[in-house]
């Protein structure tokens, strides 16, 4: 069963770093660019990046630019997210998601196939 597993939510204090994983269990993440979206109560789901399925690029919102970073380790089948500087408007469900094989990452989530159950985070003091 092809799955997607986000942990390392929780709630953090603003300016504080949390670490986010999308773990795949049932196929590899090889060959999947992965996106993260999160989505606040009462609004839409949004993009917050992605990272392609070789690694070489990855891609923000512009609200996370310079304070976020995605990263994977294919022989881990996991990929990451880590969240600096927080704000309380980030506050969210985060969820991660994968792309068909071999496609081009976008910030569409319509163009993503697989998708975690999410993990909340939640940053206030």
């Known amino acids: 069963q092809v799955q997607l597993v986000e942990s390392g939510g929780g709630l953090v204090q603003p300016g504080g770093s949390l670490r986010l994983s999308c773990a795949a269990s049932?196929?590899?993440?090889?060959?999947?660019?992965i996106g993260w979206f999160r989505q606040a109560p009462g609004k839409e789901r949004d993009f917050v990046g992605f990272?392609?399925?070789?690694?070489?690029?990855?891609y923000y919102a512009d609200s996370v630019k310079g304070r976020f970073t995605i990263s994977r380790d294919n022989a881990k089948n996991t990929v990451y997210l880590q969240m600096n500087s927080l704000r309380p408007e980030d506050t969210a469900v985060y969820y991660c998601?994968?792309?068909?094989?071999?496609?081009?990452?976008?910030?569409?989530?319509?163009?993503?196939?697989?998708w975690g159950q999410g993990t909340q985070v939640t940053v206030s003091s």
């Open positions: 998601a994968a792309a068909k094989p071999y496609y081009s990452a976008t910030a569409y989530a319509r163009d993503y196939s697989y």
């Open positions: 990272i392609s399925w070789r690694a070489v690029r990855t």
């Open positions: 049932g196929f590899t993440l090889e060959g999947y660019a």
